[in-house]
């Protein structure tokens, strides 16, 4: 009997250091949820259990931000653009503004016509200037979506001048909405007069 108690005894301390060994190696081996990733960052947002409900795909709220994301050619566009929002612009009566229709940010004949000559002037008379096109609005609409439709307005100008031989890395653009209208009656005259492209020019 003493001999049955003592194999059974050392039976079940086997079982157990087995189990112990086991469970050992793998803990070192698990692996998440499917589903979610493991947050390394250490923050507000970090999970007491080192899991965050996000997909691969997802970024970290507490990962570091970064300022821009694109191809090489738009990241070099945005520190041009960047760099040129630094000089001082001065308004100037050899740049003509465009104007638009309404809720359009699309070029007509008419601004077309006035690109032309805008865009000869700067090829061949100031080679050398940067310019400033700030897109307007009239007061209709939400501020957001006129701070939107503006900066689309001065972009089709800037577009446009480009592809009349213009370097895009001399132009910034800017939008304003409606907030720096030139005229502040309600009327349609009014208002076309402030759905605009303006121009200005730093050497």
Same mark, same amino acid.
């Given at each position: 009997?003493?001999?049955?108690?003592?194999?059974?005894?050392?039976?079940?301390?086997?079982?157990?250091?087995?189990?112990?060994?086991?469970?050992?190696?793998?803990?070192?081996?698990?692996?998440?949820?499917? $589903?979610?990733?493991?947050?390394?960052?250490?923050?507000?947002?970090?999970?007491?259990?080192?899991?965050?409900?996000?997909?691969?795909?997802?970024?970290?709220?507490?990962?570091?931000?970064?300022?821009?994301?694109?191809?090489?050619?738009?990241?070099?566009?945005?520190?041009?653009?960047?760099?040129?929002?630094?000089?001082?612009?001065?308004?100037?009566?050899?740049?003509?503004?465009?104007?638009?229709?309404?809720?359009?940010?699309?070029?007509?004949?008419?601004?077309?016509?006035?690109?032309?000559?805008?865009?000869?002037?700067?090829?061949?008379?100031?080679?050398?200037?940067?310019?400033?096109?700030? $897109?307007?609005?009239?007061?209709? $609409?939400?501020?957001?979506?006129?701070?939107?439709?503006?900066?689309?307005?001065?972009?089709?100008?800037?577009?446009?001048?480009?592809?009349?031989?213009?370097?895009?890395?001399?132009?910034?653009?800017?939008?304003?909405?409606?907030?720096?209208?030139?005229?502040?009656?309600?009327?349609?005259?009014?208002?076309?007069?402030?759905?605009?492209?303006?121009?200005?020019?730093?050497?």
């Amino acid at each position: 009997m003493e001999t049955n108690k003592h194999n059974e005894t050392l039976l079940i301390t086997k079982i157990i250091i087995f189990g112990l060994i086991f469970l050992s190696a793998c803990s070192k081996n698990i692996t998440p949820p499917e $589903g979610m990733i493991v947050d390394q960052t250490v923050g507000e947002n970090a999970s007491s259990s080192g899991f965050t409900n996000q997909t691969p795909d997802q970024k970290s709220s507490s990962s570091e931000s970064v300022p821009f994301s694109g191809s090489d050619e738009e990241a070099s566009a945005f520190v041009t653009d960047t760099r040129l929002s630094d000089l001082e612009f001065k308004t100037t009566s050899d740049l003509k503004d465009i104007h638009f229709k309404f809720d359009q940010y699309d070029l007509d004949d008419s601004s077309r016509e006035i690109l032309n000559k805008n865009a000869t002037f700067l090829k061949i008379k100031s080679p050398i200037a940067k310019i400033e096109i700030q $897109g307007h609005c009239d007061e209709r $609409g939400t501020n957001n979506y006129n701070i939107s439709l503006a900066e689309r307005r001065a972009k089709s100008t800037k577009i446009y001048l480009v592809s009349l031989g213009v370097d895009p890395k001399r132009i910034h653009t800017i939008s304003f909405g409606e907030e720096s209208p030139l005229c502040t009656d309600n009327t349609e005259v009014c208002w076309s007069k402030n759905r605009r492209a303006h121009f200005r020019v730093s050497s």
